[in-house]
């Protein structure tokens, strides 16, 4: 009932910038948390910036100063911009979205979703 589709993601040289976004559709009623996680060849998935419903952000300390997440709740879409990149930004990046939602099968429902993820690739 409800996707995540990201785009934004490619191919940039060490210091230079990438937008990503990330748009929700389906039954939606409302969604709470927003964020973005990335995951590195043989490694775990990890968060790289969360927004809340109301603003509130917060960033891994390794992102802190060059990554900027937000959102417009209207269009159910959340964004990072990402500057100064470098080669270990490198990762498939993954949109993440706690929503409240209508089944009709099962009435009101809230699940949390995933993106397909879109790779970003820092290198020269």
């Known amino acids: 009932q409800v996707q995540l589709v990201e785009s934004g993601g490619g191919l940039v040289q060490p210091g230079g910038s990438l937008r990503l976004s990330c748009a929700a559709s389906?039954?939606?009623?409302?969604?709470?948390?927003m964020g973005w996680y990335r995951q590195a060849p043989g490694k775990q998935r990890d968060l790289v910036a969360a927004i809340t419903n109301g603003g509130s952000t917060n960033y891994a300390d390794s992102v802190k100063g060059r990554f900027t997440i937000s959102r417009d709740n209207a269009k159910n879409t959340v964004y990072l911009q990402m500057n100064s990149l470098k080669p270990e930004d490198t990762a498939v990046y993954y949109c993440?979205?706690?929503?409240?939602?209508?089944?009709?099968?099962?009435?009101?429902?809230?699940?949390?979703?995933w993106g397909q993820g879109t790779q970003v690739t820092v290198s020269s």
């Open positions: 389906g039954n939606i009623v409302s969604i709470n948390a």
């Open positions: 993440n979205a706690d929503v409240k939602y209508y089944s009709r099968s099962y009435g009101m429902r809230r699940d949390d979703y």
